[in-house]
């Protein structure tokens, strides 16, 4: 249940929406081995010489980097990590990082003789291995699945002739379908913390996710190949898993995808740019009843799935979505209703059965980590953290805070009138950085009823689903909590917004791709520091700023700050959409959240980088660890390689109008090129003269 989710915080991950969704794997990777903490002067020597070679690997150095950066930095690296087949639609450094955690990830749940397990790790355990051991059970799935639609009706497609649509309340049926498992179907609802008032829960009703993600994905042409793929794909899941005939099947598909096209017309077009405030409305369940009782019973829909009469205020969200189901249910059968329910009920459980042992292991990781990710992340932080590793980020995030402060009292950033910079200094001030370790959480308080087993998967998913939704709807009577956003939260850095908190994932901590304690600080702050940078910069973005220190949305920037801001904005807006991507134009969008997150994180990182090293020169410390053996740049130059080859990727050219139909961050390639073209302190380290497409005579900033 998460209608709202994406409004809280902003992703840092690139392609992020297309790996989830496409479930794609890294191509060849370079192989880290556990290495102690205590190295040898040859080790270290060794490891600094291994990492220029990896920086040198994936550079094109005929490529001059006045003219295209990003083939400078990142020139070679679809000839070593190419995306190229079904296996390897998208290769990039937070698939590597994913690799890396999955291959630990896997020890831990398989047995870590090395490891110390708990109760509560010894049922996660169960769930995973109850998940492989599913190929033993593949000839009495269907039964299950069967089961699983007759707890809340019966499938058309499967009874046919003597399915009675008379009896069908397709209300009534998603309603206990929320009610028992916590899935939305059609439409949604949550309970979360008033975004206005977050000392307080309050219910939110409205916009469903669609597996799909976006109108684009949906409605626009360009993306027909995507929707006819997703209809074979629940045409063979039919037939596979239910037993149909391959005629039924692909009428059943059909008519599955045409219907969740009529609800997508209703969904929010993310280029819009529109806010929380300007996407809910405070109302009343009797008010919603009056808007769209004639077609949708709220009030029933809100006391079945909620167990009780609500009388307090409620969010509706999104309305348009709600206007336009008023239009899509009338026009559709009531059979073909039924149909999409139930699937959309047992899509979770259809998991390929037919695969070797390890692409199954590989299946119930992802498995795990999605029902259990807070768990699996706190048995990764207790066997492979380093508090050396956390010392160093809490001092860079001490230097990024410094140095935005620094910023925010600067001349450059005097259009900002003064009461509107003292408010963002106090918002600065009491924002925070975690680690998401969860070595606070009480997993014994919260999992300690769950009841798992190795032999059952579905009878352990339904369990935790049912226990996770009790403890949902629970929350309206009590106060807020964190957000919690499972699995997204475990790989990328996020703000959320709500909080005024950043969450680092210990997955961005793995040696030694970004990290190395004997990596210079050029490469930290290149690598590392810019993703936190990225994420500091978006509590004061085109979102973030509407927001206060405390998480409440509340405009408290001036008129005259807002339309400077919006003009620059607009800068962003203007140069993005002038780029070509997969051999089309990037959409023109009204948000430039990631692209403003980009630029200024980047510049953040550099400033605090140089902070860091002219008070190493004037402390007389030794800076020589910053030249890297045998590696022709400078430490300056080796901070924008470093912050170049986070974005490094491949994709897989059928994948990419899916990747600008449902992410909100630009392709890589425009991560290096936008956010360097417009900083003046690139072009001096690489000396590009003025004109240069590195170095244009126009440049966009805000911070």
């Known amino acids: 249940m998460s209608i709202l989710i994406k409004y809280w915080w902003l992703f840092i991950c690139v392609c992020i929406l297309v790996c989830a969704r496409i479930s794609a794997t890294p191509a060849k990777l370079n192989r880290v081995k556990n290495i102690p903490d205590k190295l040898t002067e040859l080790e270290i020597d060794t490891m600094r010489a291994a990492k220029t070679a990896s920086i040198i690997t994936f550079m094109n150095t005929d490529t001059n980097p006045c003219d295209d950066f990003y083939k400078f930095a990142c020139g070679k690296w679809n000839r070593v990590n190419p995306a190229t087949t079904v296996d390897h639609l998208t290769t990039g450094l937070f698939e590597e990082l994913l690799q890396l955690l999955d291959r630990k990830v896997e020890k831990l749940l398989t047995n870590d003789t090395e490891f110390k397990y708990n109760a509560i790790d010894k049922k996660v355990k169960d769930f995973f291995v109850s998940c492989v051991n599913l190929v033993k059970l593949k000839d009495n799935y269907k039964q299950k699945l069967v089961d699983l639609i007759a707890e809340f009706g019966e499938m058309p497609a499967l009874t046919g002739n003597t399915w009675n649509a008379d009896d069908f309340d397709w209300v009534e049926t998603i309603a206990r379908i929320a009610r028992r498992y916590g899935k939305d179907i059609i439409l949604g609802m949550d309970v979360m913390a008033d975004f206005k008032d977050n000392s307080v829960n309050r219910v939110y009703i409205g916009q469903a996710d669609l597996p799909l993600e976006s109108r684009a994905m949906y409605l626009e042409d360009s993306t027909a190949i995507y929707r006819e793929s997703y209809k074979k794909k629940i045409r063979k899941e039919l037939v596979k898993f239910l037993d149909m005939d391959m005629a039924l099947a692909t009428k059943t598909a059909n008519e599955i995808v045409d219907f969740e096209i009529s609800l997508a017309r209703g969904l929010i077009d993310d280029a819009l740019g529109l806010s929380l405030d300007e996407l809910s409305k405070f109302t009343t369940i009797e008010l919603m009843e009056a808007k769209y009782g004639a077609v949708v019973n709220i009030t029933k829909l809100v006391n079945i799935t909620l167990g009780e009469v609500v009388r307090e205020p409620v969010y509706e969200y999104a309305q348009v979505y709600q206007e336009n189901l008023k239009r899509a249910i009338p026009d559709t059968p009531k059979e073909v209703l039924a149909n999409y329910i139930f699937y959309t009920l047992i899509s979770d459980f259809l998991i390929d059965l037919d695969k070797t042992t390890q692409r199954q292991k590989k299946t119930c990781i992802e498995k795990t980590k999605s029902y259990f990710a807070k768990n699996v992340d706190n048995m990764v932080y207790r066997r492979y953290s380093s508090r050396k590793t956390e010392r160093d980020v809490e001092y860079m995030w001490k230097k990024l805070k410094e140095t935005f402060k620094t910023t925010l009292l600067s001349d450059k950033l005097n259009w900002i009138a003064e009461p509107t910079r003292q408010y963002a200094l106090e918002k600065l001030q009491a924002l925070r950085l975690d680690i998401n370790s969860y070595t606070e959480h009480n997993f014994t308080e919260e999992f300690g009823e769950l009841v798992?087993?190795?032999?059952?998967?579905?009878?352990?998913?339904?369990?935790?689903?049912?226990?996770?939704?009790?403890?949902?709807?629970?929350?309206?009577?009590?106060?807020?909590?964190?957000?919690?956003?499972?699995?997204?939260?475990?790989?990328?850095?996020?703000?959320?917004?709500?909080?005024?908190?950043?969450?680092?994932?210990?997955?961005?901590?793995?040696?030694?791709?970004?990290?190395?304690?004997?990596?210079?600080?050029?490469?930290?702050?290149?690598?590392?520091?810019?993703?936190?940078?990225?994420?500091?910069?978006?509590?004061?973005?085109?979102?973030?700023?509407?927001?206060?220190?405390?998480?409440n949305s509340r405009d408290w920037w001036d008129v005259d700050s807002t339309e400077i801001f919006l003009n620059r904005t607009e800068c962003f807006s203007d140069q993005y959409s002038k780029y070509y991507y997969g051999g089309r134009l990037l959409p023109k969008t009204v948000s430039q959240s990631e692209n403003i997150a980009d630029n200024g994180g980047m510049r953040l990182a550099y400033r605090a980088y140089m902070r860091w090293f002219e008070d190493a020169l004037r402390a007389n410390d030794d800076i020589s660890m910053e030249q890297l053996p045998n590696f022709p740049y400078n430490n300056k130059q080796l901070f924008f390689i470093s912050f170049a080859q986070i974005w490094c990727n491949d994709v897989h050219p059928e994948v990419k109008n899916l990747q600008t139909s449902t992410d909100q961050h630009v392709?890589?390639?425009?991560?290096?090129?936008?956010?360097?073209?417009?900083?003046?302190?690139?072009?001096?380290?690489?000396?590009?003269?003025?004109?240069?497409?590195?170095?244009?005579e126009h440049k966009c900033e805000i911070y």
């Open 667 to 696: 392709p890589g390639e425009f991560r290096v090129i936008g956010p360097l073209s417009n900083y003046e302190k690139f072009a001096e380290e690489f000396k590009c003269a003025l004109g240069t497409p590195m170095n244009p």
């Open 452 to 551: 798992t087993n190795d032999h059952d998967y579905m009878a352990n998913v339904l369990a935790l689903l049912h226990m996770n939704t009790k403890r949902e709807f629970n929350k309206l009577h009590e106060p807020p909590k964190p957000i919690e956003a499972g699995e997204i939260l475990s790989y990328t850095p996020a703000n959320i917004l709500i909080e005024n908190v950043i969450k680092v994932p210990v997955s961005i901590l793995q040696p030694y791709l970004l990290w190395g304690d004997n990596y210079p600080t050029a490469v930290k702050f290149g690598t590392l520091g810019a993703l936190v940078g990225h994420e500091l910069i978006h509590a004061f973005d085109d979102s973030g700023r509407r927001f206060d220190k405390d998480g």
